[in-house]
């Protein structure tokens, strides 16, 4: 949201583009309306008007405040609200226009084809009951949306151990029964509950898990974000240890800029189409991985450990963030870190975006029998019932919230511990994995 405020032009064309679609709605709220008295039309016309300039007045008036220095759950909560009017408000607009276009072919096909009373009575016959149908389909698809948002608050918290028990006839015989919790995606700037949050973590220290493994995402973009949080993340312990890897937000990519960027250095270093990292981003990455080591957990960047049991092994792999899709970075090194690993006979990856499966896991690395990762969220939002597992990310990520299977290897996708801009989870609830490898 901030990025999208500095892009001035984009910033009014973006008001300009919500006051047009308020006033092509409202236009529907009159119709809707009509047959209400003029006491009922007063109530309806303003709380629509005070809601929809509500939200414009607030995005004018953003620039010129010191957002970022406000309260996190205020911030992400203005956010949330404004953005689920404005998509609710989109999703309605649809079936509106649906309609519109109904009725301007009726119309067309009435001047070509009929004449007179004949044309009159096509656009007549069934007219209101179909714009009426649309319209009020409209509006309960707009407001089911916001209504789910606004109830998905309460669920960034909601936390959800999910069990699953993985068969690999390469399994040394000492690692059968064992047990892995997986977690993924903190996003610690994010929270704002540490009670809640401790609630989670009595749920993973409740297993007694052999061994914990996180996949990346551990704040949203300094090493700060933690400071209030390591005191609980620290209890997480168990006898094999708990290992860690990089996330895409790990790095700082996203902070724009970092405070000592400099313009002229930029341009230089992206017309070379090389990464511009200042001194200050390099300095939150080390303290990001003091942060991992303070807490006692391995942080794995491109390399291996090997893991003993009564004499037996196995190697577990990490890399950084390596991503098939060209809008995030490859920092990764999967040959470096399979390097010396080969003797082992079983293996498991710690990669935090799931495109790297397919991308090169399973074409070079057949035996990496399996990836855990994290990185989609499940997007927050979708459905999940028996029968039905379906969210938006799914048209973005073939492998986006637990488990899939070609031939003999496995991926496990973490939908999530935490969360990033939307504070809430609908349909997609937050995760902790316990794998039973048997």
């Known amino acids: 949201m901030m990025l999208i405020m500095r892009n001035t032009t984009f910033w009014w064309m973006l008001i300009g583009f919500m006051v047009l679609l308020d006033i092509y709605i409202f236009q529907v709220v009159r119709f809707l309306s009509h047959s209400a008295n003029s006491k009922t039309k007063i109530i309806i016309y303003s709380a629509y008007w005070v809601l929809s300039a509500g939200a414009i007045i607030v995005l004018l008036l953003l620039p010129y405040f010191k957002f970022?220095?406000?309260?996190k759950f205020i911030r992400t909560t203005i956010f949330a609200i404004i953005a689920g009017l404005f998509f609710a408000k989109l999703i309605a607009a649809v079936f509106f226009l649906l309609d519109d276009v109904r009725r301007a072919i009726q119309w067309v096909a009435g001047k070509i084809f009929f004449r007179g009373t004949e044309a009159e009575a096509l656009q007549e016959s069934d007219g209101i009951s179909r714009s009426a149908f649309l319209s009020w389909a409209g509006i309960a698809m707009g407001g089911g949306l916001f209504g789910t948002l606004i109830y998905g608050f309460g669920n960034k918290y909601n936390y959800q151990l999910r069990k699953e028990q993985l068969a690999f006839k390469?399994?040394?015989a000492s690692f059968k029964g064992l047990k892995i919790i997986q977690i993924s995606d903190l996003h610690s700037g994010s929270f704002t509950d540490k009670a809640s949050v401790q609630k989670g973590i009595d749920k993973i220290l409740a297993t007694q898990p052999d061994i914990i493994l996180f996949t990346g995402d551990l704040v949203n973009n300094t090493?700060?974000?933690?400071?209030?949080?390591?005191?609980?993340?620290v209890h997480l312990k168990a006898p094999l240890g708990v290992y860690s890897v990089l996330g895409n937000h790990d790095y700082g990519d996203y902070v724009r800029p970092w405070p000592d960027h400099d313009d002229e250095h930029s341009k230089r270093e992206e017309a070379a189409g090389k990464k511009l990292w200042t001194p200050l981003q390099y300095e939150n990455l080390e303290k990001l991985k003091r942060v991992h080591a303070g807490m006692g957990w391995r942080l794995l960047m491109d390399e291996h450990v090997v893991i003993e049991k009564?004499?037996?092994?196995?190697?577990i792999l990490g890399v950084q963030n390596w991503s098939a899709k060209g809008?995030?970075?490859r920092y990764g090194d999967l040959t470096k870190a399979y390097a010396g690993s080969e003797e082992h006979s079983f293996k498991i990856l710690m990669s935090h975006d799931p495109s790297h499966w397919e991308a090169e896991v399973l074409k070079k690395y057949p035996d990496i029998h399996l990836m855990l990762s994290g990185h989609t969220h499940g997007m927050q939002f979708g459905v999940e019932i028996?029968?039905?597992k379906w969210s938006p990310v799914q048209y973005i990520y073939n492998q986006w919230a637990g488990l899939y299977e070609k031939d003999h290897q496995k991926l496990y996708v973490n939908r999530g511990f935490g969360f990033i801009g939307y504070p809430g989870r609908v349909g997609i609830l937050p995760e902790i994995t316990?794998?039973?490898?048997?």
Not at 68 to 71: K, P, V
Not at 223 to 233: I, P, Q, R, V
């Open 327 to 329: 809008s995030f970075h």
């Open 170 to 172: 390469d399994l040394p």
């Open 310 to 315: 009564n004499g037996d092994k196995i190697a």
């Open 434 to 438: 316990l794998i039973e490898l048997v």
């Open 68 to 71: 970022e220095n406000q309260a």
């Open 223 to 233: 090493a700060g974000e933690m400071d209030e949080y390591k005191d609980l993340f």
């Open 386 to 388: 028996p029968g039905i």
